[in-house]
């Protein structure tokens, strides 16, 4: 009885999260749009330059396209934490948080829908891999396993902060904090191997990076750190996030 | 047995160097089917003491049994005997009418076969039915509060709370949503408690009021009562150098009182002497005669009239401005 409760608490909540995202057309579009214009514009470019160098062998946009994947994810999930900040303002937090759900199962109904419009996201974009010289196979499928470790730690961080923050404006703010270097330190951009070693050590903290690496070596086989240490690396960073944000929703004030 | 009681119910907040005591020691008890009113000026601590009811904030001291549940103790039994209408709109803009209302019954388990029902149900009982399928950003201020009404019925609470129901609404609007809340009491026999700073307001819908200042309940009747209790008529005065001497004497001035410019007389018999007293007062700008109404009984227990010259809406807001302000 208990148990049916808070699963139906559970769909409602994820099926609120997915109807609002398919309403926002907005939301939808801009997603899909600018990981477009990084592969064409900047992968083309970029590319281009590469091969001009002398890097006979290696298309940029292939090993650019499991980067952007990241990347699009990456700023969605983030991203998702704003629309608690905006049901604060709207009281419309309050009116769920009153309800008899428990608070964790509210956070996780608001985590599977944010991992769902991720993942989303990133099929719009996976049908896309053979224009860039990745042909469909089971690999990809594979892929999503990671895919969906990733996400499910940064729909967590966003929530996280979305629970702590009052106003949207603090909320980018802290966003625009985050999004970039957890991006340009995650090698979604640039092969990691001869970097200079604070830099390395840098994007070695960064969870993104697992993420990015067993893509990439599953689509690729561009990969640099093995596929058993980025499947530990990305348990841990979900398992962790999850819990800070169980916590933090419980004790998020009305 | 009561359906709520409240006992020493006390909230103080605390911000770094100061204190507010919001509520201070509220005793009452609500009987099933009543619709009480928690009247009083804004700020006076009515928003807050819904908000311990309802298990949204932890009260200092004190306790209170909603449905012989503990506030504190049972909040989850508490929240399933509740429906709350906040006074803030709080349903979800992009998503529709009914959706709303489907969300609201699975969050409070309601049966999945008994769902479609009671959407219907009480989606005509708030005159919503047809506009079911909008979403709720194309609704007006009063379309939403109804939604609201009628979401906080799905689960078919035992207690409603309506925190000020009608807060920003134009009067017709008004008008309609005491229409539907009258139709709520007769078709539902549900218990209300409701606030609001409207004076009207609490007298057309309540059985009984308690009237709330800085936190403390100052009397609490039925509204009828309340204002026989003052007897005879009020007399009021605007003068440009009130003063209330010259009336002390008069035997038939029950009360006399200032507000700003204004006299108040609380008189017996008063069109017989209404002559005498506006001998006695000289310089009058304006005299108006009528029977108590609730803000006179307000006056008479809280020494000073009640206006709604602070801020709109409640405590939070205005520490929220105070804050911003420093």
Same mark, same amino acid.
């Given at each position: 009885m208990m148990i049916m409760s808070e699963l139906s608490g559970l769909y409602a909540i994820w099926e609120r999260e997915i109807r609002i995202y398919f309403r926002e057309k907005s939301r939808l579009v801009g997603s899909i749009v600018s990981p477009l214009l990084w592969l064409f514009l900047f992968g083309t470019g970029m590319g281009s330059a590469f091969s001009g160098a002398g890097a006979t062998g290696f298309n940029y946009q292939t090993f650019l396209f499991p980067g952007i994947i990241t990347m699009t994810v990456l700023f969605t999930s983030i991203f998702y934490g704003a629309y608690v900040v905006m049901d604060k303002r709207l009281d419309f937090l309050k009116e769920v948080l009153v309800s008899p759900v428990s608070r964790t199962t509210i956070f996780f109904g608001k985590v599977l829908g944010g991992v769902t419009d991720a993942t989303i996201q990133a099929t719009i974009l996976m049908v896309l891999a053979p224009i860039f010289g990745i042909p469909f196979s089971l690999n990809l499928l594979f892929a999503y396993v990671f895919l969906f470790l990733m996400v499910t730690g940064l729909v967590s961080i966003g929530l996280i902060i979305g629970s702590l923050m009052d106003s949207p404006e603090g909320f980018s703010l802290i966003m625009s904090f985050l999004n970039f270097p957890l991006f340009f330190l995650s090698g979604a951009l640039f092969p990691l191997t001869n970097l200079p070693s604070w830099l390395l050590i840098f994007t070695r903290l960064n969870p993104v990076t697992y993420g990015v690496d067993a893509m990439r070596q599953l689509m690729t086989g561009m990969g640099s750190i093995g596929l058993v240490t980025?499947? =530990? =690396?990305? =348990? $841990?960073? $979900?398992?962790?996030?999850?819990? =800070?944000?169980?916590?933090?929703? $419980?004790?998020?004030?009305? | 047995m009561p359906i709520i009681e409240v006992k020493d119910l006390t909230k103080i907040f605390k911000d770094k160097n100061k204190e507010l005591t919001a509520v201070d020691h509220v005793s009452f008890e609500i009987n099933e089917g009543e619709v009480f009113g928690l009247l009083g000026p804004n700020g006076a601590g009515k928003t807050t003491t819904i908000s311990m009811l309802a298990t949204l904030q932890k009260p200092s001291s004190g306790t209170a049994t909603v449905n012989g549940y503990d506030i504190v103790k049972q909040p989850a039994n508490v929240r399933k005997s509740i429906g709350i209408v906040f006074q803030e709109p709080s349903s979800d803009d992009l998503l529709t009418g009914y959706e709303n209302l489907k969300l609201h019954a699975l969050l409070y388990g309601v049966p999945g076969s008994e769902v479609q029902k009671r959407i219907e149900e009480a989606l005509r009982l708030v005159d919503l039915y047809d506009r079911k399928d909008e979403i709720v950003k194309k609704y007006s201020g009063g379309m939403r509060r109804r939604l609201e009404i009628a979401r906080g019925l799905m689960h078919t609470p035992k207690v409603l709370f309506l925190d000020e129901p009608t807060l920003g609404l134009d009067p017709q609007t008004r008008e309609h949503m005491w229409h539907y809340i009258?139709?709520?009491?007769?078709?539902?026999?549900?218990?209300? /408690?409701?606030?609001?700073? #409207?004076?009207?307001?609490?007298?057309?819908?309540?059985?009984? /009021?308690?009237?709330?200042?800085?936190?403390?309940?100052?009397?609490?009747?039925?509204?009828k009562k309340l204002k026989q209790?003052?007897?005879?008529?009020?007399?009021? &005065?605007?003068?440009?150098?009130?003063? /209330?001497?010259?009336?002390?004497?008069?035997? #038939?001035?029950?009360?006399?009182? /200032?507000?700003?410019?204004?006299?108040? &007389?609380?008189?017996?018999?008063?069109?017989?002497?209404?002559?005498?007293? &506006?001998k006695l007062a000289g310089d009058v700008e304006s005299v108006e005669l009528h029977s108590p109404t609730l803000n006179d009984v307000f006056l008479h227990y809280a020494g000073r009239e009640f206006r709604e010259d602070s801020p709109e809406g409640g405590f939070f807001e205005r520490m929220a401005a105070a804050r911003n302000r420093r």
């Open positions: 980025d499947a =530990v =690396v990305l =348990v $841990a960073f $979900a398992t962790i996030m999850i819990a =800070v944000g169980t916590w933090s929703f $419980a004790r998020m004030k009305l | 009258e139709r709520l009491v007769a078709e539902k026999k549900i218990t209300i /408690i409701l606030t609001t700073h #409207y004076m009207d307001e609490a007298d057309r819908l309540c059985n009984r /009021i308690a009237i709330v200042d800085k936190g403390k309940i100052v009397v609490m009747d039925e509204p209790g003052l007897g005879g008529s009020v007399i009021s &005065l605007k003068m440009k150098q009130p003063s /209330i001497e010259p009336f002390r004497k008069l035997k #038939y001035v029950d009360e006399a009182r /200032i507000a700003d410019s204004t006299v108040f &007389l609380t008189v017996k018999d008063a069109n017989n002497h209404l002559q005498e007293i &506006l």
